[in-house]
Nanobody, 119 residues
Framework: QLQLVESGGGLVQPGGSLRLSCAASGFSLDYYAIGWFRQAPGKEREGVSCSSGRSTNYADSVKGRFTISRDNAKNTVYLQMNSLKPEDTAVYYC??????????????WGQGTQVTVSS
C-alpha cells in the first residue's frame, strides 16, 4: 500500500521548534519531489517548502526559519521548524510531486499533522 504518514506536530510556544516527519511506505521517495503544505482554519492551503530532488524552495513567510531535508535511507522527509510564530499554526501536510518540479503539481498526500503555536 502506497502511503505517506506525517508525524511530529504538537503544541509549542512562540519561538519554539518542531520537526515534522513524512515517512513513505510502499514506494521510494528517491523518485519524487516532496512538498510540505499547510492549511490554517478559514484559510486556503499554501505551499511551505518543496524538495524537488535537485533544489529546494521555501515560502517567503518561512524562509530562514524552516528547513526541508531528506533521509533516503529512512525514506523520510523532514521539516525542521524553528522560531515558530502563532501564524504558523495549521495542519501540515506532505505530498509527492513529479521529480525535478517545484511541487506545483502534486500526486499523493498524507493525512496531515496539527501544529499549534501558542503561549
Amino acid at each position: 500500500q502506497l502511503q505517506l504518514v506525517e508525524s511530529g506536530g504538537g503544541l509549542v510556544q512562540p519561538g519554539g521548534s518542531l520537526r515534522l516527519s513524512c515517512a513513505a511506505s510502499g514506494f521510494s521517495l528517491d523518485y519524487y519531489a516532496i512538498g510540505w503544505f499547510r492549511q490554517a482554519p478559514g484559510k486556503e492551503r499554501e505551499g511551505v517548502s518543496c524538495s524537488s530532488g535537485r533544489s529546494t524552495n521555501y515560502a517567503d513567510s518561512v524562509k530562514g526559519r524552516f528547513t526541508i531535508s531528506r533521509d533516503n535511507a529512512k525514506n523520510t522527509v523532514y521539516l525542521q521548524m524553528n522560531s515558530l510564530k502563532p501564524e504558523d499554526t495549521a495542519v501540515y501536510y506532505c505530498a509527492t510531486a513529479p521529480y525535478g518540479g517545484m511541487c506545483h503539481t502534486t500526486i499523493s498526500w498524507g493525512q496531515g499533522t496539527q501544529v499549534t503555536v501558542s503561549s
